[in-house]
């Protein structure tokens, strides 16, 4: 389950840098933003890795960016 491990790092560093990288002056919108972007990065992962199915990662993405939006809202 290495993949798995090295998929959820890599998500978490693209949703800190898109989020950061955002020009939206709204949390809000700049967490909208960021959830799309996820969901892009997500498929195109699955569809560049041998090992992983898109079931694999969509409970640890929402996980994730569950994870992420409670920590922006704070």
């Known amino acids: 389950?290495?993949?798995?491990?090295?998929?959820?790092?890599?998500?978490?560093?693209?949703?800190?840098?898109?989020?950061?990288?955002?020009?939206?002056?709204?949390?809000?919108?700049?967490i909208n933003e960021t959830e799309k972007a996820a969901f892009d990065f997500t498929d195109k992962y699955v569809l560049n890795s041998p090992d992983l199915i898109a079931g694999d990662l969509e409970r640890p993405t929402q996980d994730i960016l569950n994870e992420f939006i409670t920590e922006k809202m704070q």
């Open 1 to 30: 389950m290495n993949d798995l491990q090295d998929f959820k790092s890599e998500l978490r560093a693209f949703i800190e840098f898109t989020y950061n990288a955002s020009d939206k002056q709204n949390t809000a919108a700049r």
